[in-house]
């Protein structure tokens, strides 16, 4: 009895002596975390996260003020940049048009056609070519669509449409990416830059001045430009594509807004690209269309735009008359 | 027109968890989707607070801003809704919304999207209301019933509080002014550009 009673005695002893210190512990007003002072405390890029008892680990993110940084980019900056990169090339392309017409061939047909491309060739190209167009053309229509097209056609079928349209872009992104690596290996031989293309981009590549013809390889500098900015535009909108594509695998919003905005930028520059370069390969040049078209240039045409490859190729097949121009000259 | 916002008082939360099963319940919601969740700030340190979020239905809502097909629209109770018939579930509401309020049905090909599906404030969609149509995309419409959300309804601490804006922050300045402290409306800075100053 007396044991219990000093025991009880220096439990109220503990207990007075602690309670102060615990009740100062348990104070919410003292020590609650302020919303506030968390979004003060915030830098640009960082979320007010916690726990959360549910799977889905992005769910922890309460509160993301970068969301509507990225909503003005996208449908402000973004937005117009398409508009200027589309609307801004075919101006310039019609305004050079104007002033220079098309490139003829200076000494005409000569009726003796040479072969430029084979039929793997042209089959990567016009893979890459064709998937471009529906995959610029849905693209475009998600970032401009909403406010160029929408009031004409009406909500209901416009939603439609897009949605059919991102069906197209999800599945055509794949023979788009391997037509790409089939470009790449046909052609990165003849795209290594050299010594002569200094000459054609120093003479502006005869594209200003009639009668002008900078010696060119296969492949002159112009198009070797056109060459690496699909190569590594297209392996910037793959990758950032497929990161789309998944969003599972790649986690935060600051992630998605990340590879949205460097698609839709690098979309932009390649649309502008690509359109200079249907320009040039058609109704800009004379002749130039054959190339990928039946696959065989006419002599002329060769002579005046890749005098280089013509001496190349003629080079090669002269001994060997009878077997045929090869379509890939020798370096 | 009353100008509905969500507050939830932290310093009453006990995470029950109640606010999140009765908006399953109620809507009927599939599995993996979470239209309301419970996060826990500072969990297992002094002073942690428990959040209900959902979508904020905010002032100036920057999912409507991305929408590449514009689904969304604000009613006359300034409740942000969609159009499921013209969703494309690309996603894009999901990178912009500060609160995660946007959710997608594991259906579609490539991973994840399928329509978007997030908080209706109890208030369905486009379709008639009440209707059959109306339930099976969007849920139950409690606000055409003169019913508030059910999540703040039902909410056993009377921490999530759901209704006009301006009487539900009078409410909180009430409870902080009275009880001496307040962690803050959290959201509400980043939903509606303004806090409430107790």
Known sequence: ?????????????????????????????????????????????????????????????????????????????????????????????????????????????????????????????????????????????????????????????????????????????????????????????????????????????????????????????????????????????????????????????????????????????????????IYIGSIGMEGAFDAMGSGEVDENWAKEHHSLWVEEVKGRSAPAEGRGASATPAE | MARMKFLCDADRCIECQACVTACKNEHEVPWGINRRRVVTINDGLPGERSVSMACMHCTDAPCATVCPVNCFYTTDDAVVLHNKDTCIGCGYCSYACPFGAPQFPQTANFGTRGKMDKCTYCSGGPEPDLSAAEYQKYGANRLAEGKLPLCAEMCSTKALLAGDGDIIAEIYRERVVTRGYGSGAWGWRTAYGDTIAV
């Open chain 1, 1 to 277: 009895m007396k044991n219990l009673i000093s025991r009880l005695a220096l439990g109220l002893a503990g207990a007075a002596a602690f309670a102060p210190v615990a009740l100062a512990q348990v104070n919410p007003t003292a020590s609650s975390v302020q919303e506030e002072a968390l979004m003060r405390a915030l830098q640009s890029g960082q979320t007010v996260t916690g726990r959360i008892t549910i799977p889905d680990a992005s769910a922890s993110v309460l509160i993301d003020p970068g969301g509507r940084d990225w909503a003005v980019l996208h449908s402000g900056t973004l937005q117009w940049l398409s508009i200027i990169a589309v609307v801004g090339t075919v101006l310039l392309l019609a305004l050079f048009y104007l002033m220079r017409g098309r490139i003829r061939i200076d000494s005409g047909f000569s009726g003796r056609k040479i072969l430029r491309f084979n039929a793997i060739e042209r089959f990567a190209h016009w893979l890459l070519a064709s998937t471009f167009i529906v995959l610029a053309l849905t693209g475009l229509n998600l970032i401009l669509g909403r406010s160029v097209l929408l009031p004409i056609v009406g909500e209901g079928a416009f939603g439609t449409l897009t949605a059919w349209g991102k069906v197209a872009h999800n599945y055509l992104a794949w023979p788009f990416m391997a037509a790409l690596v089939l470009v790449f290996v046909l052609w990165v031989v003849h795209n290594i830059p050299g010594r002569v293309d200094w000459e054609w981009i120093r003479q502006g590549g005869g594209l200003f001045s009639k009668g002008v013809h900078p010696p060119a390889r296969k492949f002159n500098a112009g198009q070797k430009l056109i060459f690496w900015s699909v190569i590594i535009g297209g392996a910037l909108m793959s990758w950032t594509g497929i990161m789309l594509l998944f969003p599972g695998e790649v986690g935060t919003a600051a992630d998605w807004q990340f590879y949205q905005v460097i698609h839709a930028v690098v979309a932009a520059v390649m649309s502008a690209l690509i359109l200079a370069h």
